[in-house]
């Protein structure tokens, strides 16, 4: 069984960082994609960032350059570092994991996720 556990949101003001960490535990294949969605009130969940088995990363148009997703193999543990923060990036955030590989076409498609963590909370105030 795979769980995932999101934690390091909170609240802070436009321009300000967040790091969120996604910590994994069970066993999971080592074709495993892992990713960062997230998704506000009345709104559908929308990827932000993703991380293949072999380091390759890829990014939603509205947060390159700011955000940056990295993946500790030793800690199994999944990170978004969230910098220049905006009021349009408050949501809720989660982590997803699939132990198989995911086409980068399909890689912000929450269907192409098995795993996922319940979520944080980021608020950004303006």
């Known amino acids: 069984q795979v769980q995932l556990q999101e934690s390091g949101g909170g609240s802070v003001q436009a321009g300000g960082s967040l790091r969120l960490n996604c910590a994994v535990s069970?066993?999971?294949?080592?074709?495993?994609?892992m990713g960062w969605f997230r998704q506000a009130p009345g709104t559908e969940r929308e990827g932000v960032a993703a991380i293949g088995s072999d380091g390759s990363t890829t990014y939603a148009d509205s947060v390159k350059g700011r955000f940056t997703i990295s993946h500790d193999n030793a800690k199994n543990t999944l990170s978004l570092q969230m910098n220049s923060l905006k009021p349009e990036d408050t949501a809720m955030y989660y982590c997803?994991?699939?132990?198989?590989?995911?086409?980068?076409?399909?890689?912000?498609?929450?269907?192409?996720?098995?795993?996922w963590g319940q979520g944080t909370q980021v608020t950004v105030s303006s």
């Open positions: 997803a994991a699939e132990g198989d590989c995911i086409h980068v076409l399909t890689a912000f498609t929450p269907l192409s996720y098995t795993y």
């Open positions: 069970g066993s999971i294949a080592s074709t495993t994609t």
